[in-house]
Nanobody, 125 residues
Framework: QVQLVESGGGLVQAGGSLRLSCAAS????????MAWFRQAPGKEREFVAS????????LYADSVKGRFTISRDNAKKLVFLQMNSLKPDDTAVYSC??????????????????WGQGTQVTVSS
């Protein structure tokens, strides 16, 4: 069992930065691949970034590549999403997810077993 709690969302102007955190509970965190997804009003859930259990393998959506960075601290059971050069199109609820069955990460949301409640990110123009 893994419980995930996100924090760090808020309102920011275009061009600004935010750092999201995801705190995990459970003994299996260091063997889980982790990911961030987002969902804007009226749109489907969208993959943002993922990271392997070791922290070495990382994947990014083309829309955030070069602006967002995913990282993790296995000792503290935390996953981060550093978001720079934010755009109004980045406005969404951001959720973290855990895949307890795989060390490697994937863009497919169906592969993730546990999800957090999400944190709102709003980017004003």
């Amino acid at each position: 069992q893994v419980q995930l709690v996100e924090s760090g969302g808020g309102l920011v102007q275009a061009g600004g930065s935010l750092r999201l955190s995801c705190a995990a509970s459970g003994r299996t965190f260091s063997s889980c691949a982790m990911a961030w997804f987002r969902q804007a009003p009226g749109k489907e859930r969208e993959f943002v970034a993922s990271i392997s259990a070791s922290g070495v393998g990382k994947l990014y959506a083309d829309s955030v590549k070069g602006r967002f960075t995913i990282s993790r601290d296995n000792a503290k059971k935390l996953v981060f999403l550093q978001m720079n050069s934010l755009k109004p199109d980045d406005t969404a609820v951001y959720s973290c997810a855990a895949d307890v069955r795989s060390y490697g990460s994937t863009r497919d949301g169906n592969e993730y077993d546990y999800w957090g409640q999400g944190t709102q990110v709003t980017v004003s123009s």
